[in-house]
C-alpha cells in the first residue's frame, strides 16, 4: 500500500512539473529560454508543485552550503570544458543581466524544490534513492531539450545526476539549489 501510494503522489508530482513546463512553452513562444514572464510563471507553478506534495524547507547546514558551492565549482568547470574556458570573459554588466540573474536563481531553485526535493522524496518512498536519482536526472535533462536542443540532453544529464547526487549526499535540496543556482549564473555571466 506504501509503495502503491508513493507511485501514486509520484506520478501527480511529474504531472505538475510537465503542466509547468507546459505553462513555461506557452507564456514563453517563441522564445521560451529568454522569455522573463515566461520563467517566472514556470518557478512559481513549480513552487505550487512541490508546496502542494509537502515538500517543506529544512534548516540550512553548513556542509551542505559547502557541498553546493564544491558541486556548482564541478558544473561550472565541465561547462567551460565543454565550450572551451580560453575565450571566456566576464559579460557586460547591464539592466538586463540585474534582471536576468536573480529570475535564473528562482527558477534554478524551484526546479530543484520541486523535482530533487518533493519528487525526489516521493520516489525514494517507492523505489529508493536509485531510482530517484534515475527518474529525476532524465526528467530534468528531458525538461531542458525544449530550451536549450537535443545537443544539451548529454550535459543536461550529466548536470541532473550531479545534483541528485547532492541531494543524496546532503540528504536536503540546499546543496543541489545552490549548485544549479551557481552554474546556471555562470552559464550567463560568461562569454
Known amino acids: 500500500m506504501v509503495e502503491r501510494r508513493g507511485a501514486l503522489r509520484s506520478a501527480l508530482i511529474i504531472a505538475g512539473i510537465v503542466v509547468a513546463a507546459a505553462l513555461r512553452a506557452a507564456a514563453g513562444a517563441p522564445d521560451t529560454a529568454a522569455s522573463m514572464p515566461a520563467g517566472v510563471a514556470f518557478a512559481l507553478a513549480l513552487l505550487v508543485v512541490a508546496f502542494a506534495a509537502g515538500w517543506r524547507p529544512a534548516a540550512p547546514r553548513a556542509a551542505a552550503l559547502a557541498l553546493g ?3 556548482g565549482g564541478a558544473l561550472v568547470a565541465a561547462w567551460l570544458l565543454a565550450h572551451g574556458a580560453a575565450g571566456v570573459q566576464l559579460a557586460p554588466l547591464n539592466a538586463d543581466l540585474a534582471l536576468w540573474t536573480p529570475l535564473v536563481a528562482l527558477v534554478a531553485v524551484a526546479e530543484e524544490v520541486a523535482m530533487r526535493g518533493a ?11 536509485g ?20 545537443g544539451s540532453l548529454p ?8 545534483l541528485g547526487g547532492l541531494r543524496i549526499v546532503s540528504r536536503g535540496t540546499l546543496a543541489p539549489a545552490i ?7 555562470a552559464g550567463g555571466w560568461l562569454l
Open 131 to 150: 531510482g530517484a536519482l534515475f527518474t529525476t536526472t532524465v526528467l530534468f535533462a528531458v525538461l531542458h531539450v525544449p530550451l536549450y536542443g537535443i
Open 155 to 162: 550535459l543536461d544529464l550529466a548536470a541532473g545526476l550531479l
Open 179 to 185: 549548485a544549479h543556482v551557481i552554474a546556471d549564473l
Open 69 to 71: 558551492v564544491g558541486g
Open 119 to 129: 519528487l525526489f522524496d516521493a520516489l525514494r518512498s517507492w523505489c529508493g534513492d
